[in-house]
Structures are given as structure tokens and as C-alpha cells.
Nanobody, 119 residues
Framework: QVQLVESGGGSVQDGGSLRLSCAAS????????MAWFRQAPGKGRDLVAA????????YYADSVKGRFSISRTNAGNTVYLQMNSLKPEDTAVYYC????????????WGQGTQVTVSS
């Protein structure tokens, strides 16, 4: 059983920063690729950033490149999303996710944390 718990959401003004954290627990979770997704009101859930278990490989959606940074602890069981230069269009519920190595689908999800950016 893998459990993911997000924290760090909140409200900031345009241009502000936030850091989201995802604490993961469960067998072998440190070996799982992990990611952050977001879902804005009335829209689908989109991949924002992803990181492999060795933390050497990362992926970013074009909309956040240069502004967001994903990282994970050496133990691999906490993943962060540093969000800088936030824009109103970044407003969404942000979800932490994990998947088994070699899997195409993210199978494990957190409960989500709200990020609101006001202009």
C-alpha cells in the first residue's frame, strides 16, 4: 500500500512562490517514478513535472519550464515542487502521484492541495 500526502499549497499573488511537498510511504516507494499533476476548474488533470527514482531524469510541461523545479530527497520518499514566478493560470489543485517502475500509468495518488494565484 502506497500513501501520498501533499502539503504546502496556499494563496499567493502573481509572481510569488510556493513549495509543495509530497510525503510518500509504502514498500519500495523510493524506487517509484513520481510526478506532480494539476487540475484547474473545469479542466482535465495535466502532468506538470515528473522525476525518476534516481532523480537524474526530470520532465516539465512547457508551461512551467524555467519556473518550476521538481526534486526528491536522497531517501526518495519525499518529493518537492518548487514553484516560482507563479501566474494566475497556475491556479489549480495539485496532486502528487507515483507509479510502479516500468508502468505507463500513475497508480497512486494523493488527496491534492489547492494553489491559488491572484493577480
Amino acid at each position: 500500500q502506497v500513501q501520498l500526502v501533499e502539503s504546502g499549497g496556499g494563496s499567493v499573488q502573481d509572481g510569488g512562490s510556493l513549495r509543495l511537498s509530497c510525503a510518500a510511504s509504502g514498500r519500495a516507494v523510493s524506487t517509484y517514478p513520481m510526478a506532480w499533476f494539476r487540475q484547474a476548474p473545469g479542466k482535465g488533470r495535466d502532468l506538470v513535472a515528473a522525476i525518476l527514482d534516481n532523480a537524474r531524469h526530470t520532465y516539465y510541461a512547457d508551461s512551467v519550464k524555467g519556473r518550476f523545479s521538481i526534486s526528491r530527497t536522497n531517501a526518495g520518499n519525499t518529493v518537492y515542487l518548487q514553484m516560482n514566478s507563479l501566474k494566475p493560470e497556475d491556479t489549480a489543485v495539485y496532486y502528487c502521484a507515483a507509479k510502479l517502475r516500468g508502468s505507463q500509468e500513475y497508480s497512486f495518488w494523493g488527496q491534492g492541495t489547492q494553489v491559488t494565484v491572484s493577480s
